[in-house]
């Protein structure tokens, strides 16, 4: 079975300092894994994924993902924060398993709030 | 380029009536469909997927079926809806196993 735990709920960070969102899975084979943005009353918008290869993925607005295989983690970091980043992040995973389908399963999301 | 389209965006609805929420995708042929639910607070659960036209499992028990009369049209349906129905309601696609879910913009339910 996969899971995945964000680890804090909500972050608060001062504008243009760094974003740091954790997310840690659990799964027998390592997984596709991906990060989403939700802004309130909106569906989520991918911001980006690792499926192979460059273990350090880059997405849209800025942000950017490390695969660490032996920590089990896909944290979300960002240089300087933005006032738009304020919004819920959700990390998801998926097995990669032959045949058969695989669910996504999703973090329960963290609440990114930015200080001016 | 491929776009999912749902609706409506909000929706008030009174116990016991029933419900249909409709989505498409454009774009794209064959895509696996999803309709998850969004409660205050709390993270995604998935409701309902779908591998192909007529096809569709269930994750949860509830008050709530899912119908797929087209390879791009996913419909999410209730007889009688009930307090507890109320929530945030997703449609997403996906391409494959290693492409991620896009999602659309979401129907706010609220029963009263």
């Known amino acids: 079975a996969q899971s995945v735990t964000q680890l804090g709920s909500h972050v608060s960070v001062s504008e243009g300092a760094l974003v740091l969102l954790r997310c840690n899975y659990s799964?027998?084979?390592?997984?596709?894994l991906f990060w989403y943005v939700q802004y309130p009353n909106q569906g989520l918008q991918l911001l980006l994924k690792?499926?192979?290869?460059?273990?350090l993925v880059k997405g849209i607005n800025g942000f950017e993902a490390e695969f660490k295989k032996s920590e089990t983690s896909f944290h979300l970091t960002k240089p300087s924060a933005h006032m738009s980043d304020a919004a819920e992040y959700f990390c998801?995973?998926?097995?990669?398993?032959?045949?058969?389908?695989?669910?996504?399963?999703f973090g329960t999301g963290t609440k990114l709030q930015v200080i001016p | 380029s491929q776009t999912i389209h749902q609706w409506p965006a909000t929706l008030v609805q009174p116990v016991g009536s029933p419900l249909s929420l409709e989505c498409t995708v454009e774009g794209t042929s064959n895509p696996n469909l999803y309709w998850y639910r969004q409660a205050a607070g709390r993270g995604l659960q998935l409701l309902f997927y779908s591998v192909g036209i007529g096809q569709i499992s269930s994750e949860v028990p509830q008050n709530l079926s899912a119908s797929r009369p087209q390879d791009r049209q996913f419909i999410l349906s209730s007889k009688k809806l009930l307090l507890s129905d109320s929530g945030f309601y997703l449609c997403?696609?996906?391409?494959?196993?290693?492409?991620?879910?896009?999602f659309g913009d979401g129907t706010r339910l609220s029963i009263l």
């Open positions: 690792y499926t192979t290869g460059a273990t």
């Open positions: 998801a995973v998926r097995n990669r398993v032959s045949g058969g389908y695989q669910k996504v399963t």
């Open positions: 997403a696609y996906d391409r494959g196993l290693n492409q991620p879910q896009h």
């Open positions: 799964s027998s084979v390592p997984p596709y």
